[in-house]
């Protein structure tokens, strides 16, 4: 068009254009992307559940993992310990003269070459294999109780994180309610209907509420950090709001039986194996050992009468002579006999123990249960009812503040009550799972 007119643009005015219209482009790219960005970052994380937790506890656990990395390494050198000791091979030169002559001069001078194979004594390769298999099966067991000790402490610090967070909810609620009493009794004493001491007394409650937000918040904040050790950044996260539906237990005798099955024990149970194994292998002591070797060697020059020298074969067979050893071999021996009769023991330390933990959960989970009960079919009644009459009568000039004061107290302090019952039952049924092996 300018061209046509017979002008020429002016190039300032263009290149200033064509820099706004960049620079205007590139501010609203930039714009858009942070608006994008606060965006993603203003969505609430999900919250995290207590299966979501558990799963994460048990992924890659450090503990678990170096247990049965040691069960594994037990297991391979089990399968070393039943092979042969490796050949030897020896090579000399036998019977060589060093005052005169040479190799063919003398008639004993040789070359030899030879192998030699040793056999333990009796039947210590099967025994010693029999033995290190066991001592995997006792760290294979170990992990498994690794395994069931993290389920069980991931599911304790998260029912308690819970309850702080349900808590901290639970008073935050509350604390408008408390704030709105000491407004209208600030009001009243304003207009000469109340006396300083129901005014003194609100302001005094709902400082110590204040106070006990901020013991919540601490205690909030240290069980996220005990459920941190278990599934890391995760336990910044919000807490799901539901708890696990976990209202029956199978009978005691049940669970009874079921240690038996618990991996603590079946440990036990292979640390016995492992020294019955090793009381055998004391006793193959009192055997000897033996090596067979077989060699050639090599002759040089002539007989007397013209023939060349005959080369040489040796077999030979050593044994190991025991018996000059038998106080050693009797000291291994009862060494061996004390170690069994203290895994003997200690599997039934591990029994006793397990079963009074056992035994002791149980009661605690039943009186848990009977607690639950008479909180929600009397106490959380009777609270609420009770705070609502204080309030009416002292709305009507016929109560006491400090009777409203310490119903709505008493209430918050009954929710509180009855939402620990309802943690510490489900960390016991935790602990019950453990030790009865409850599934998942």
């Known amino acids: 068009m300018y061209f046509q007119c017979g002008?020429?643009?002016?190039?300032?005015?263009?290149?200033?254009?064509?820099?706004?219209?960049?620079?205007?482009?590139?501010?609203?790219?930039?714009?858009?992307?942070?608006?994008?960005?606060?965006?993603?970052?203003?969505?609430?994380?999900?919250?995290?559940?207590?299966?979501?937790?558990?799963?994460?506890?048990?992924?890659?656990?450090?503990?678990?993992?170096?247990?049965?990395?040691?069960?594994?390494?037990?297991?391979?050198?089990?399968?070393?310990?039943?092979?042969?000791?490796?050949?030897?091979?020896?090579?000399?030169?036998?019977?060589?003269?060093?005052?005169?002559?040479?190799?063919?001069?003398?008639?004993?001078?040789?070359?030899?070459?030879?192998?030699?194979?040793?056999?333990?004594?009796?039947?210590?390769?099967?025994?010693?294999?029999r033995q290190l298999q066991s001592m995997s099966a006792e760290m294979a067991q170990n992990a498994a109780a690794r395994g069931r000790d993290v389920l069980m402490a991931a599911r304790v610090s998260w029912l308690e994180l819970y309850f702080w967070d349900r808590a901290h909810a639970l008073v935050s609620e509350s604390r408008p309610f408390f704030g709105d009493l000491a407004t209208a009794t600030r009001s009243l004493y304003a207009v000469g209907r109340k006396n300083q001491q129901d005014l003194l007394r609100a302001e005094l409650e709902l400082s110590r509420l204040d106070d006990r937000l901020i013991e919540i918040e601490r205690r909030r904040a240290s069980a996220r950090a005990a459920l941190g050790e278990w599934v890391g950044n995760d336990a910044d996260r919000p807490i799901a709001a539901r708890l696990p539906e976990w209202n029956k237990v199978p009978a005691?005798?049940?669970?009874?039986?079921?240690?038996?099955?618990?991996?603590?024990?079946?440990?036990?149970?292979?640390?016995?194996?492992?020294?019955?194994?090793?009381?055998?292998?004391?006793?193959?002591?009192?055997?000897?050992?033996?090596?067979?070797?077989?060699?050639?060697?090599?002759?040089?020059?002539?007989l007397p009468n013209?023939?060349?020298?005959?080369?040489?074969?040796?077999?030979?067979?050593?044994?190991?002579?025991?018996?000059?050893?038998?106080?050693?071999?009797?000291?291994?021996?009862?060494?061996?006999?004390?170690?069994?009769?203290?895994?003997?023991?200690?599997?039934?330390?591990?029994?006793?123990?397990?079963?009074?933990?056992?035994?002791?959960?149980?009661?605690?989970?039943?009186?848990?249960?009977?607690?639950?009960?008479?909180?929600?079919d009397q106490i959380l009644g009777q609270t609420e009812d009770q705070a609502r009459a204080a309030l009416v009568a002292y709305q009507s000039d016929s109560g006491d503040f400090a009777d409203v004061m310490r119903g709505y107290i008493d209430d918050l302090n009954a929710r509180l009550d009855h939402i620990r019952l309802q943690v510490e039952r489900a960390q016991s049924h935790a602990t019950l799972a453990n030790l009865g092996g409850l599934p998942r």
């Open 7 to 129: 002008l020429e643009p002016d190039q300032n005015i263009s290149r200033r254009t064509f820099l706004r219209r960049s620079i205007s482009r590139n501010v609203a790219a930039l714009v858009a992307s942070v608006i994008f960005s606060a965006a993603v970052h203003a969505q609430p994380a999900n919250p995290l559940t207590l299966m979501e937790a558990e799963n994460l506890a048990l992924a890659n656990e450090p503990g678990q993992a170096a247990l049965v990395a040691r069960s594994t390494a037990l297991e391979e050198r089990a399968v070393v310990a039943g092979q042969l000791p490796d050949p030897t091979l020896r090579i000399g030169l036998n019977n060589f003269p060093i005052d005169s002559g040479g190799f063919r001069t003398e008639g004993m001078s040789n070359a030899m070459v030879g192998v030699r194979q040793a056999f333990p004594p009796g039947k210590t390769r099967s025994i010693s294999t």
């Open 252 to 302: 005691r005798a049940v669970l009874r039986s079921n240690l038996q099955q618990h991996p603590v024990i079946k440990a036990a149970d292979a640390q016995i194996d492992a020294s019955v194994a090793g009381v055998d292998l004391a006793s193959q002591r009192s055997r000897p050992g033996w090596a067979v070797e077989a060699g050639y060697s090599y002759r040089d020059g002539f």
């Open 306 to 376: 013209g023939q060349p020298r005959s080369d040489f074969i040796s077999v030979n067979v050593t044994v190991g002579l025991p018996f000059f050893r038998k106080k050693s071999i009797d000291s291994t021996l009862s060494a061996a006999l004390h170690d069994r009769r203290a895994a003997q023991e200690s599997k039934r330390q591990d029994t006793r123990r397990l079963t009074s933990q056992l035994y002791a959960e149980y009661a605690r989970w039943q009186d848990l249960s009977r607690r639950m009960s008479l909180y929600e």
